[in-house]
């Protein structure tokens, strides 16, 4: 046998690792989001009870590795040399999917990836032996490929979708009509009941799902549980409500217990069924090599034996169940896919991950009139009823995003659904389901208010588009990589390999960058304090910062835009659309910084209302001169004329002046100079408004090209608009301080160049 085989082996076991680390990465949000989201318990808690069911789940794990050994492509027609190529292909594919997503926070099903994975190496191994067998066609391929599996798969898609939604959010509205947000004197009467219903579904679902073909129950026992299966319930019910019961007597949080049991069970099955994505391709890779070398190292040998049934090597699944444990308690990326679903489903108000689109705004629009149809048609007495039940509680500061009553609905749903569909043989994906019953929920529960409804539908929208980009692009990519490795062999083996390690690095940096930003941004948000003399303070640093920071920015933009320096333009774009997003950043987290004012500080929000639009308005400008400036050089047009240059000089140099006057006065919290800078602003508008009239000469006398003409004019009115802004910050500065002894103590004496 060939040496390739040995390190296509090993390089396939690294795969398994890494294959690991990013499966667990993604599927994490599927059995930690609810326990997380409503703070059931601490982190440590929670992780601990997952990795508790995760070890279980490895250990007791299933024979489901057929999956990826023949439930796609009928082994017997395929050569030692075809598997190992197509599971190697399968296996990057997989792997770095599973990674793209990771890097930017979307969940998506480990199943699909794999299913696909195999669909489109087998029909690349398999269009390569029809294309050089003249007996054969494309006819054939059904006798080497399973095709119905894919189909299987797309309908488990729109099933699991349409279905987890739809009883997700009717579940969660019943349930909020009976508990209210103020559940705690119902829980005490009917808790016991509510929480044994949710424990019996998930012991329903963890019987059914995670332990059906685990070999620790035998067929007989789930058959006859099969045939008495209401009383079986009925009395696990019993028992459940009576547990729960007697530790509420004993002062215990039922809710929280509920949850953790849940986060165990879908823990459990996720590693119990779930595993075969992770590891099935390189154990039935290292088996096809075991096979081979004991046949002679034949690598012409026909594959029949991977459909024979395969033993579980429990020492790998124990290996596997450390490695998705470690990877659990480590992995940034898992936290970046929890973040995106517990974001789309939190109850309050706040920054919005995603954006808004044409499609969202036709939905919210719909909602909207059918909401005014009902409040219109509906009776005035009912309307008052429902709403009184789903009056959200103030949020408080580090608070859950979601109540303990969403979270046990999210997980009794999820299990009933995925356990029933599971014993039915109906392919609803446990992923799909997780996430849309949280959504599902979250909309009945009003979190989608008018303010987030658009960019939470969009966020909703990306994730279910991109479970159908997952299916194409893993067929895509497991083809094309296929054809690649059977083309070119040993030399396509080392290429591929080494373009995986690059790519992996590459998302690293790529995650490590996206989440600074967001890192930037959440310091933005809370950077402001926790109280009146804090938020103050704060903002007084940080109004010192954006000033020296504009200048800069400014004259840079200038003296760059005089010199041709492309280079310099483009740092400048990058680093005033920063200024201005965080601006903006600012302004979203601005009614939660206000809620932090004490009553008696009017004043106070007044001003810091005042200085954040000042701000935002101040580096929208900023905005609107690098930006015409840096294309203006990048599409190579004619510079300016040296009456332009000279007037450029001297306002820059005004401009460099009024901010760093500004910026002394509010470094030293002595305002006495201020009437000197409002001299100096208006001394600046006169040079810009006669600057503006001797262009207008220029351009009457065509002395002067016209994309210059344009770009100096747009310099000249943008720069009036952010001086304007900053002296009228420092003028409500000014007063603000004039008018709040009780501040003045506090805000005296230096404060540091801290940025906005």
């Keep these: 046998m060939e040496t390739i085989y040995t390190v296509i082996v090993v390089i396939l076991l690294i795969l398994a690792i890494l294959g690991l680390v990013v499966g667990v990465s993604n599927d994490a949000v599927n059995f930690l989001n609810s326990a997380i989201g409503s703070k059931a318990a601490s982190r440590k808690v929670i992780f601990t009870i997952a990795s508790v069911g995760i070890l279980l789940g490895t250990i007791t794990s299933s024979g489901m590795m057929e999956v990826a050994r023949s439930g796609v492509f009928y082994p017997e027609m395929f050569t030692f040399r075809d598997v190992m190529m197509l599971f190697l292909g399968v296996m990057f594919a997989n792997v770095i999917l599973l990674d793209l997503f990771n890097t930017f926070g979307l969940p998506t099903s480990t199943t699909v990836s794999l299913v696909f994975g195999l669909l489109g190496a087998a029909v690349a191994v398999t269009s390569l032996k029809i294309s050089a067998d003249p007996t054969l066609t494309a006819a054939d391929m059904s006798d080497y490929i399973n095709s119905g599996k894919a189909l299987v798969i797309i309908s488990g898609i729109l099933a699991s979708v349409a279905i987890a939604f739809v009883v997700g959010a009717f579940v969660m509205f019943v349930s909020r009509l009976i508990f209210t947000f103020r559940y705690q004197k119902i829980l005490k009467r009917f808790g016991a009941l509510w929480c044994g219903i949710a424990f019996t579904a998930i012991a329903y679902f963890a019987l059914f799902k995670g332990l059906q073909d685990s070999g620790i129950f035998s067929e007989a026992f789930f058959a006859t549980l099969s045939a008495h299966m209401f009383p079986v319930l009925l009395g696990f019910f019993a028992v459940s409500s009576l547990i729960m019961f007697l530790l509420q007597l004993a002062k215990v949080n039922i809710l929280k217990v509920t949850i953790l049991a849940g986060t165990f069970s879908l823990a459990l099955a996720f590693a119990g069924n779930d595993l075969v994505n992770f590891i099935g391709v390189p154990i039935a890779g290292l088996d096809s090599y075991k096979i081979a070398l004991a046949a002679g190292g034949d690598e012409g040998m026909m594959m029949g034996k991977l459909s024979e049934p395969v033993v579980a090597n429990h020492l790998l699944l124990l290996a596997a169940g450390f490695i998705m444990i470690v990877t659990l308690w480590t992995s940034k990326k898992a936290q970046s896919v ?382 009036k608009t952010m001086v304007l802004q900053s002296r009228n910050l420092l003028k409500s500065q000014r007063s603000f301080m004039e008018n709040q002894d009780t501040t003045n103590d506090l805000l005296s004496g230096k404060t540091s160049g801290a940025t906005f």
């Design 338 to 719: 929890s973040e995106t679903e517990i974001n789309l489903a939190k109850q309050d108000e706040g920054t919005e991950r995603f954006g808004s689109t044409i499609f969202s705004r036709s939905i919210v629009r719909v909602a909207v009139t059918v909401n005014r149809w009902y409040e219109d048609h509906a009776p005035e007495s009912f309307q008052r009823a429902i709403n009184k039940r789903f009056i959200p509680l103030r949020p408080k500061a580090g608070s859950a995003h979601f109540d303990l009553i969403r979270a046990t609905v999210n997980l009794t749903v999820a299990s009933i659904l995925i356990a029933t569909a599971t014993s039915l043989k109906l392919p609803l994906s446990t992923t799909y389901v997780t996430f849309m019953v949280a959504m599902g929920s979250s909309l009945a529960d009003k979190a989608w208010g008018r303010e987030s409804a658009v960019y939470r539908i969009t966020g909703v929208v990306t994730v279910i588009a991109g479970w159908f980009v997952t299916a194409l692009v893993a067929f895509v990519i497991a083809l094309v990589v296929t054809y690649a490795l059977l083309w070119g062999g040993t030399w396509a083996v080392i290429i591929i390999s080494l373009l995986c390690v690059g790519m992996f690095i590459q998302s690293s940096i790529t995650h490590k960058r996206r989440k600074a930003k967001e890192h930037k941004t959440e310091e933005l948000v809370t950077s402001s304090g926790n109280s009146t003399q804090e938020v103050m303070r704060n903002l007084i640093a940080e109004i010192s910062g954006v000033m020296t920071k504009t200048t800069d920015i400014y004259s840079k933009t200038i003296m760059a835009t005089l010199n041709e320096d492309r280079r310099t333009l483009r740092e400048m774009v990058r680093e005033s659309n920063d200024l201005f997003y965080n601006a903006r950043e600012k302004k979203y987290a601005l009614l939660p910084t206000l809620q932090k004012l004490q009553d008696n500080y009017i004043e106070a929000g007044h001003f810091y209302v005042q200085v954040v639009d000042y701000v935002s308005e101040m580096s929208k400008a900023l905005v609107h001169i690098t930006r015409p400036c840096f294309e203006h050089i990048d599409n190579n047009h004619k510079g300016m004329s040296e009456e332009q240059v000279e007037d450029l000089l001297k306002i820059n140099d005004r401009v460099s002046e009024i901010y760093a006057r500004i910026n002394a006065m509010l470094t030293d919290n002595d305002y006495s100079d201020t009437n000197v800078v409002l001299e100096m602003r208006d001394e600046l508008f006169l040079t810009i408004d006669d600057a503006v009239k001797n262009q207008l000469r220029r351009i009457q006398n065509k002395a002067t090209s016209t994309k210059a003409s344009m770009l100096y004019l747009t310099i000249l009115n943008e720069t």
